[in-house]
């Protein structure tokens, strides 16, 4: 059922969402306006094109079936690049005046109260001990396909918590994070709103 839920969303951000914008409460940070993410949308849609249109051809000289189910595989694939980058587009860190929720489009999303915050700071862990890492959560446009040649966001601050928390995947999947990676189009705005917010809770 969730895989049903999660394929709906994905062609509706495809095709009905491109002018819909989602109203936030409170203070809403964008994320994917300085992410590389959107270079390698485009790099990845037109591999899908080109590469589609050209195996249509080769195939349709052996089989037309077997050409046309490239073709649909293919067109499938670009609609699921839309409908991802039209999700993220729409998603926000959001700040009300109890919790921060980072939504990542329709991968990840992770809700966590301010009183959990033990320290916001910049970004001090090495790129190899992030890898290491199994309790962290990523709150970057850019999926961490090879940070090492440049294929993910740098994030700029990190998040310890005090208690663990549950994030959210794809198809509902859970998982106990302990501290969050965050890469965001202001981050001084950011972390100002956190750090006050943060003061706001202890008093």
């Known amino acids: 059922m969730k895989a049903i839920k999660f394929e709906a969303s994905i062609w509706y951000h495809a095709i009905c969402a491109w002018r819909s914008s989602q109203k936030q409460r409170g203070l809403s940070f964008t994320h994917h306006k300085k992410s590389i993410y959107f270079g390698l949308f485009l790099m990845l849609l037109h591999v899908?094109?080109?590469?589609g249109a050209g195996l249509h051809f080769v195939l349709h000289h052996v089989s037309p079936i077997l050409a046309w189910c490239s073709t649909i595989l293919h067109m499938y694939m670009i609609i699921w690049l839309l409908g991802d980058y039209n999700a993220l587009r729409h998603s926000m860190f959001t700040l009300d005046d109890h919790s921060i929720h980072f939504q990542i489009g329709l991968r990840k999303s992770?809700?966590?109260?301010?009183?959990?915050?033990?320290?916001?700071?910049?970004?001090?862990?090495?790129?190899?001990?992030?890898?290491?890492?199994?309790?962290?959560?990523?709150?970057?446009?850019?999926?961490?396909?090879?940070?090492?040649?440049?294929?993910?966001?740098?994030?700029q601050f990190e998040l310890h918590l005090k208690n663990p928390v549950v994030s959210t995947g794809m198809f509902g999947r859970k998982k106990t994070i302990q501290k969050v990676y965050v890469h965001v189009d202001e981050p001084q705005a950011f972390i100002q709103a956190v750090k006050q917010k943060m003061e706001e809770n202890i008093q």
């Open 110 to 155: 992770v809700h966590i109260p301010f009183d959990c915050i033990e320290s916001i700071t910049a970004v001090r862990t090495g790129s190899e001990d992030m890898k290491q890492e199994t309790d962290s959560f990523h709150a970057e446009a850019c999926p961490r396909i090879d940070p090492d040649m440049g294929l993910a966001d740098t994030p």
């Open 48 to 51: 899908q094109i080109i590469e």
